[in-house]
């Protein structure tokens, strides 16, 4: 196989023993970025700025969290973070404010048995807008956000190699499948980079591979709870003394069990 610098995390990947090689790929993309923006992003003018705007969503501020080496960093950042989005729903409120004071006076002195008006407040208008900011920034995540954009690099290679290298295609097709989440990432990905008799190719050849793991996991599960029957004791294990968590990444991707 013909190895080029934006090949070689792919193939090292796929090199894993794993139900997922993308969860392995991820995983580690997920640690170069993390211990980045506690490193050289703190000094970096568009880092703080994208850190700022964006924060992280729970997952990402607890995993930055227990990089315990750099809690200072993390204090930097939340520091700014913070300052950030209290002045996006401070200007929120303090454009409406009196309008709304105005409307909690009105709203006293109506009666409170009267029929509740269907036109829309000031209120109801600064709650949309409060709304808005708050939904804007749950849907974003600086680590989230460069994950996505790598790994979207990397389903164009995995599908480029597929296609064009004999050697990763066996390898690809020796794999135990991928979780469903990357499932859905490389079906989604055909859309974007192979033509339709390409895909028609790949998706006949990743979906006998996909439902053979499926069926294999399904049923290494199923011996794990059998062997919970006394009738069983004696019986090997297998391959499903850890089928439980191996089934949980199947299913959602990877997860840290430690």
Known sequence: MKEKIYTIPVTEAFGVECECPMCVLEKKLE????????????MEPEGRIETNEKGFCRKHFEKLY??????????????????????????????????????????MMKNLSSKVSMKKTDTDKMVDSL???LNELEGKCTV?????????????VILYLWFKESDFKVLFNSKKGFCLKHLKDLLEGTKKFLNAKETAV??????????????????????FTKKFDYRNNDAPWGNSKDAVPRSIQKIVGFCDFS
């Open 31 to 42: 640690d170069e970025c993390i211990d980045y923006i506690l490193g050289p992003s703190l």
């Open 66 to 107: 227990n990089r315990q080496q750099n809690r200072l960093g993390l204090g930097l950042i939340l520091e700014t973070h913070i300052t950030q989005q209290n002045h996006n729903i401070g200007r929120v409120y303090e454009s409406k404010k009196d309008a709304v004071k105005k409307d909690a006076e009105m709203s």
């Open 131 to 133: 709304l808005e900011v």
């Open 144 to 156: 989230c956000g460069k994950l996505d954009h790598t790994m979207e690099r990397y389903i164009d």
């Open 202 to 223: 790949f998706v006949a050849n990743l979906m006998e591979l996909q439902l053979e793991n499926l069926e294999r996991i399904k049923e290494e599960v199923s011996w």
